[in-house]
């Protein structure tokens, strides 16, 4: 069986709102092993960086000051087919086109404040673990 990696992040209104646990159990429920975790809080400028791809996006800023406005939880998780399976747990971007029984359904309250991340590749799931986690953090 081959089993791969994607990374993601509960956002600051659904760790600020005690959403946490919930999610971990709907995450763990769907099969995904935790590899790293830990709550800490990003700056805007390393925001920024998390989300320079989007940096010529007209809500660049406003995502770089909420992304930095309170505690998240990252985590690298593990799973046959992580990325792809990820994404669907979590649902689409705007919570008004996300699917039923979907996280992003469930506890977004807007298309920022969408409650979770999720890597969109192997390779971006990969760099996006690392800016958070050292190779010893992974378990
Ligand atoms: P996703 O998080 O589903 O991968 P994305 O990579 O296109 O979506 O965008 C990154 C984040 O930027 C997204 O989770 C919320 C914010 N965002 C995206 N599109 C937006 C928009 N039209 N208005 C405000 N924020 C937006
Ligand atoms: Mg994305």
């Given at each position: 069986?081959?089993?791969?990696?994607?990374?993601t992040?509960?956002?600051?209104?659904?760790?600020?709102?005690?959403?946490?646990?919930?999610?971990?159990?709907?995450?763990?429920?769907?099969?995904?092993?935790?590899?790293?975790i830990?709550?800490?809080?990003?700056?805007?400028?390393?925001?920024?960086?998390?989300?320079?791809?989007?940096?010529?996006?007209?809500?660049?800023?406003?995502?770089?000051?909420?992304?930095?406005?309170?505690?998240?939880?990252?985590m690298?998780?593990?799973?046959?087919?992580?990325?792809?399976?990820?994404?669907?747990?979590?649902?689409?971007?705007?919570?008004?086109?996300?699917?039923?029984?979907?996280?992003?359904?469930?506890?977004?309250?807007?298309?920022?404040?969408?409650?979770?991340?999720?890597?969109?590749?192997?390779?971006?799931?990969?760099?996006?673990?690392?800016?958070?986690?050292?190779?010893?953090?992974?378990?």
């Amino acid at each position: 069986m081959t089993t791969n990696r994607t990374f993601t992040m509960i956002k600051p209104d659904a760790v600020a709102d005690g959403h946490t646990g919930a999610i971990i159990q709907l995450i763990e429920a769907a099969g995904f092993r935790i590899v790293a975790i830990k709550k800490t809080q990003l700056s805007a400028d390393r925001a920024g960086q998390f989300y320079a791809v989007h940096q010529e996006r007209p809500f660049y800023g406003d995502l770089c000051q909420y992304m930095s406005s309170g505690a998240i939880v990252p985590m690298i998780l593990e799973k046959e087919n992580a990325v792809a399976d990820f994404r669907a747990l979590i649902g689409a971007t705007n919570p008004e086109q996300a699917a039923e029984g979907t996280i992003r359904k469930k506890f977004a309250k807007s298309v920022q404040a969408n409650a979770i991340h999720g890597s969109d590749s192997d390779e971006n799931a990969a760099i996006e673990g690392s800016f958070f986690f050292a190779d010893l953090e992974k378990f």
